[in-house]
Every structure is written in structure tokens, then in C-alpha cells.
């Protein structure tokens, strides 16, 4: 299903604590380009100066972030992969990437192309 604008609410203890985020396409839904995009993260509570992200991070292979201060990783499209955060490849011959966000490709099985 679609949901827009759904905004959630985490407490948390004080302390340090690592976030993540993590999309699963559902059994039922092989195929498209469905996604999952945060469009915010707010942190309240925290004494001026403090808080935020200590460090930044690569987008995960399969996504790119092409643009420099990009907040989002864009997933790689359907026969193309990408095993950095810089670039989407197309396929090499004889392989597939039948899904987005894809870090590798699969070869063809034999007699296939």
C-alpha cells in the first residue's frame, strides 16, 4: 500500500544509539520500483550544540548519491548495479539485475541470454 506523510515518534534513554532504517520489499511484490523515502529526522531534547550524526555514512551498494550533500541514496535501477555509492553500471552481458537497489548482477543460466 501507499502511505503518505507518516510521521513516528521513537524515545529514547539517554546514551548513545545507532539508528537504521531498513526497507523490505514484501514476498508478494517481485517486481517494481517501489521505495521507502524519509523525508526528515528531527531530534529534540538535547542541550544546545549536541546531537545530530557524529560522522557521515556511504550510501549502501545498490544506491547512488550522485550529488554532493545529497540527503537520500537513490536505488539503482532494474539492470543496473552498483557495488559503490558513486554510479549505477548497466549489466555486463550475460547477467541481470532483475530488481532496484541491486549491488551485483546474477549471471544468465545456461542456454539463456
Known sequence: GH?????????????????QWVYRKADAEVAGTDNAVIHSITITGLPAGQGGAGSCAPCPPGTVNHK???EVCIPCPPGTYSST?????????NTFAPAPASPSC???GEHTV
Open 3 to 19: 502511505n503518505a506523510n507518516v510521521t513516528q515518534t521513537f524515545p529514547l534513554k539517554e546514551g548513545a544509539h545507532v539508528l
Open 68 to 70: 554532493e550533500a545529497q
Open 85 to 93: 555509492s558513486s554510479e549505477c553500471t548497466a549489466c555486463p552481458s
Open 106 to 108: 546474477t549471471p544468465c
